[in-house]
């Protein structure tokens, strides 16, 4: 049940834009809300375009959607984050399949008024460097820290993690791979890093196609990463996230299906206080059974079986009963979050930090 301190609302929905949206990003900006995500027909193909809302500081709801980035190949997860020069930060993929896709970016002194041109974050890129889902974590000393990941996807599909390391301010980037034994592993492997700081560490919280989410730690900022493991935390190979919540703990939003593949529903929020060392579930944020508002057109579902397709090009799914690829943020005392809605559009829900702090 969705606790009644919960509080949901529409970003985007049933837009002419787009038959599916997805995979949204969302940061505190000048007091308000910036959220980014990708619309077209379905994951994949040419007509998938970066969209973006403001939600400005005291509005109670969200402007207008428009697009940010589209060009004749399809665009894809695009990740939001405030730089090290303090711009604001777009990075998104291009490329007609995941496993041949590049990151590129755009930078915005003007809290995403206006934009730069887009340019590519490593020239020659195939496969995706950068963020791929998660925004990258600024370290006290600049260093910038991106979650990334490569899928391959010719024969068994093989999926592995790394992190890409900037000092300086994102001009140029070194990866730095998350060690994984594959040999154990019933499937793909890892990807889609979250990062968060603890103490002196660095940590990483990764999808998995295992039924849990997996865990890789960085004792020197990111250069080298302990091999990833399996958690207690249930992952249904579906993106999550995390959001620092201070004095060693840590919140996940995630689906806690323990299936590969599995159905993304529900949405929750769970909590570790000893930085990922063990986790509780804390808050529901989307049950497949609380409608959002009145209308009859837009009636939450529980998920069928079986929903996705996976492959190369993306996945085919109708959406029906999904409600996943969380990004959250914290902002004015509440976890902010933005997920994926049944692939019709992109919902902002807000949690108290009093309900995460029992």
Request: charged fraction near 20%; charge should be negative; glycine fraction near 12%.
């Amino acid at each position: 049940m969705i606790h009644p301190s919960v509080t949901r609302r529409w970003v985007a929905v049933d837009h002419p834009g787009w038959r599916q949206a997805h995979a949204s990003s969302v940061l505190a900006v000048d007091g308000g809300l910036v959220a980014a995500w990708f619309g077209g027909t379905r994951e994949g193909t040419p007509d998938n375009r970066i969209w973006l809302a403001h939600r400005p500081a005291g509005a109670d709801t969200w402007g207008e959607p428009s697009v940010v980035a589209a060009g004749p190949e399809a665009h894809w997860n695009p990740v939001l984050a405030h730089g090290p020069d303090g711009a604001l930060w777009l990075f998104y993929k291009r490329g007609p399949l995941i496993s041949r896709w590049a990151t590129w970016f755009r930078r915005s002194t003007d809290g995403g008024a206006t934009w730069t041109e887009p340019a590519e974050l490593v020239p020659g890129d195939a496969g995706g460097r950068g963020p791929v889902k998660n925004p990258p974590l600024l370290l006290p000393d600049g260093t910038w820290l991106a979650p990334g990941s490569l899928e391959r996807w010719d024969g068994e599909a093989v999926w592995d993690a790394f992190v890409d390391r900037s000092t300086d301010g994102g001009l140029t980037w070194s990866p730095a791979p998350v060690p994984l034994d594959h040999s154990g592993l019933r499937g793909a492997g890892v990807i889609q890093p979250a990062l968060w700081r603890g103490g002196t560490a660095v940590h990483a919280l990764l999808r998995s196609t295992e039924g849990s989410a997996f865990r890789s730690r960085s004792d020197d900022a990111g250069r080298t990463w302990s091999p990833a493991e399996p958690t207690g935390l249930a992952n249904g190979n579906s993106g999550l996230t995390v959001a620092e919540l201070g004095g060693g703990a840590v919140a996940c939003v995630h689906n806690p299906v323990a299936e590969d593949w599995g159905a993304r529903c529900p949405l929750v929020v769970s909590v570790s206080p000893d930085d990922g060392d063990t986790w509780h579930e804390a808050v529901v944020v989307e049950d497949g059974l609380t409608p959002l508002d009145d209308d009859t057109r837009r009636r939450p579902a529980l998920p069928p079986p079986r929903s996705f397709s996976p492959a190369d090009a993306g996945v085919e799914t109708t959406g029906v009963g999904e409600y996943s690829y969380p990004a959250a943020a914290v902002a004015d005392g509440s976890l902010v979050i933005t997920y994926t809605w049944q692939r019709r559009g992109i919902v902002e829900a807000r949690v108290p930090l009093s309900l995460l702090h029992p």
